[in-house]
Nanobody, 124 residues
Framework: QVQLVESGGGSVQAGGSLRLSCPASGSTYSMGWFRQAPGKEREGVAAIHTGDGSTYYAGSVKGRFTISQDKAKHTTYLQMNSLKPEDTAMYYC????????????????????WGRGTQVTVSS
């Protein structure tokens, strides 16, 4: 397992932007961003294959969020633009150290290391 610490959350108005960061303590196969709102299940938002850079997005954020990485720093970012009140949630960074099938990149069960989360609140 790797250690993950998210940062960059906060409170913004609708239409605003935030950038989340997640440095990892070691090498990973894939990195993902997930979110969980009160009373809802944790859902995959975006993921990246750290080897070839392939990216995956949930339909609800495609075109607004961008996942990227700095391989040298083992750090993954989530740039969130055009934020909406429904984006309000606790955002978690996750790492997978084993192989992840292409259809599983946005599934929480594919990841074996998790950060503690950073809160994102979007007001209307």
């Amino acid at each position: 397992q790797v250690q993950l610490v998210e940062s960059g959350g906060g409170s913004v108005q609708a239409g605003g932007s935030l950038r989340l960061s997640c440095p990892a303590s070691g090498s990973t196969y894939s990195m993902g961003w997930f979110r969980q709102a009160p009373g809802k299940e944790r859902e995959g938002v975006a993921a990246i294959h750290t080897g070839d850079g392939s990216t995956y997005y949930a339909g609800s954020v495609k075109g607004r969020f961008t996942i990227s990485q700095d391989k040298a720093k083992h750090t993954t970012y989530l740039q969130m633009n055009s934020l909406k009140p429904e984006d309000t949630a606790m955002y978690y960074c996750a790492a997978a150290t084993g192989i992840v099938s292409w259809w599983a990149f946005l599934l929480p069960s594919a990841y074996n290391s998790w950060g503690r989360g950073t809160q994102v609140t979007v007001s209307s």
